[in-house]
């Protein structure tokens, strides 16, 4: 485990490596231990889930079982961040702001995130 994962979840992101190279999404969860992402509707891979009953007292009935397509992980080295200035990706900076609060920019234009 190294340093502070720069990426959180709701950027957007472009794919660098892997099956998906190239695609862009958005990071729904990030897991900074194992430093991986989850990115919405790519790298998916299917799960074979049983039928068990759902703890949410709103919805009457069970999770339906079958063969289940979800995100899997990749790795926060695979992934950039889009600038938010031109779309094109980015290597991350940190850097303090007037009130000493920690910012991340974008090293492409200088532009907070």
Known sequence: ???AMRIRADDMVKV??????GKTGRVSR?????EFVYVEGLNLVKRHEKPRPTQ?????????GGIVEKEGP???????L????DNKPT????????????ERYAKRSGVSF
């Not at 660098?16 to 190279?21: E, L, N, R, S």
């Not at 990030?30 to 194992?34: A, G, I, L, M, S």
């Not at 290597?91 to 920690?102: E, I, L, S």
């Open 1 to 3: 485990m190294g340093k």
């Open 30 to 34: 990030t897991e900074p231990k194992r």
């Open 74 to 80: 990749i790795h926060v080295s695979n992934v950039m």
């Open 56 to 64: 949410d007292v709103k919805k009457a009935g069970s999770q339906l």
């Open 16 to 21: 660098i490596g892997g099956k998906d190279a």
């Open 82 to 85: 889009l600038d938010p200035k």
């Open 91 to 102: 290597r991350v900076g940190v850097r303090r702001d007037k009130g000493g609060k920690r």
